[in-house]
């Protein structure tokens, strides 16, 4: 069964930073592109950023372009998203996500983490 | 970059009613378009991939269409259990930008 258990979310004010992890497991982690999406409070769906399975190929949204910086582990299973110069606009559940086939480009997404809170604010 | 467009923003339809919901993108997407749906409180979950392709396990009430720039998500006969938001993406290349929702309400 595959799951996916996201940690890390938390309060941090304006201008701060925080680190979430995605950690996977029931399938082989280093063969799939994976993915974080967020859900602003009763707002849509966002994506934020995509790894390629090897790691080696990255991708951000245009709203987090320098400030976030994803990154993956193969050996632990995990997916990591650092998320750095925090802004009360990034306040949103984060899900992670695993694309359903091997590549990024051309995958869609299906499996979805429970989610973690991010509230960024004084 | 492309846009997805989703008509209506929300809708509300009885129990057996026929629902159709529309994506559009600004741009071709040949048939990289997926569909998933919210229940409220829960995490989205894939419908549709490739326009028209059923996950597994998803009802056959569902269905969808269309190919290159407009999209259709059908419910052929709503029931209570379909209350949700429905959001369409595109997956062809990145961004992997998903249409604002639509929240379907039982009327």
């Known amino acids: 069964e595959v799951q996916l258990l996201e940690s890390g979310g938390g309060l941090v004010q304006p201008g701060g930073s925080l680190r979430l992890s995605c950690a996977a497991s029931g399938f082989t982690f280093s063969s799939y592109a994976m993915n974080w999406v967020r859900q602003a409070p009763g707002k849509g769906l966002e994506w934020v950023s995509t790894i390629s399975a090897s790691g080696g190929t990255t991708y951000y949204a245009d709203s987090v372009k320098g400030r976030f910086s994803i990154s993956r582990d193969n050996s632990k299973n995990t997916m990591y998203l650092q998320m750095n110069s925090l802004r009360a606009e990034d306040t949103a559940v984060y899900y992670c996500?695993?694309?359903?086939?091997?590549?990024?480009?051309?995958?869609?997404?299906?499996?979805w983490g429970q989610g973690t809170l991010v509230t960024v604010s004084s | 970059d492309i846009q997805m467009t989703q008509s209506p923003s929300s809708l509300s339809a009885s129990v057996g009613d026929r629902v159709t919901i529309t994506c559009r993108a600004s741009?071709?997407?040949?048939?990289?378009l997926a569909w998933y749906q919210q229940k409220p409180g829960k995490v989205p979950q894939l419908l549709i991939y490739a326009a028209s392709t059923l996950q597994s396990g998803v009802p056959s009430r569902f269905s969808g269409s269309g190919s290159g720039t407009d999209f259709t998500l059908t419910i052929s006969s709503l029931q209570p259990e379909d209350v949700a938001t429905y959001y369409c993406?595109?997956?062809?290349?990145?961004?992997?930008?998903f249409g604002q929702g639509t929240k379907v309400e039982i009327k």
């Open positions: 741009q071709g997407i040949s048939n990289y």
């Open positions: 996500a695993k694309s359903a086939w091997g590549a990024a480009s051309g995958s869609t997404f299906d499996y």
């Open positions: 993406q595109k997956y062809n290349s990145a961004p992997w930008t």
